[in-house]
Nanobody, 124 residues
Framework: QVQLAESGGGLVQAGNSLTLSCVIT????????TTWFRQAPGKDREFVAS????????DYADSVTGRFRISKDKTKNILFLQMDNLKPEDTAMYYC?????????????????WGQGTQVTVSG
């Protein structure tokens, strides 16, 4: 199993950038897939981006493609989400999630491990 802890959220103006971090502790081998989700007030939690911990395959939601980039530092066991050209509609609580399935999926219910979330607020 793994434990996840996000950080890096904050209040930024539209057009600016922010980088989120997720420290991963525990078993990172065995087909771990790591993913960022977000949840805006009154809305369902939605997929943002995923990456295989042991590979390079990346996947992005259409709404963030070209603006967000997921990456990892395997030496420090940290997952990142670089967010550029932020928009007010990106305002949400951002969650790091993980599953042992080799690939990330877009479905909340398929993830067993979650962090506590970090708030991102983009002012227009």
């Amino acid at each position: 199993q793994v434990q996840l802890a996000e950080s890096g959220g904050g209040l930024v103006q539209a057009g600016n950038s922010l980088t989120l971090s997720c420290v991963i502790t525990g078993r990172t081998y065995g087909g771990l897939a790591t993913t960022w989700f977000r949840q805006a007030p009154g809305k369902d939690r939605e997929f943002v981006a995923s990456i295989r911990w042991a590979g390079t395959l990346e996947d992005y939601a259409d709404s963030v493609t070209g603006r967000f980039r997921i990456s990892k530092d395997k030496t420090k066991n940290i997952l990142f989400l670089q967010m550029d050209n932020l928009k007010p509609e990106d305002t949400a609580m951002y969650y790091c999630a993980a599953r042992y399935g080799h690939t990330g999926t877009h479905y909340v219910h398929e993830y067993e491990y979650w962090g506590q979330g970090t708030q991102v607020t983009v002012s227009g």
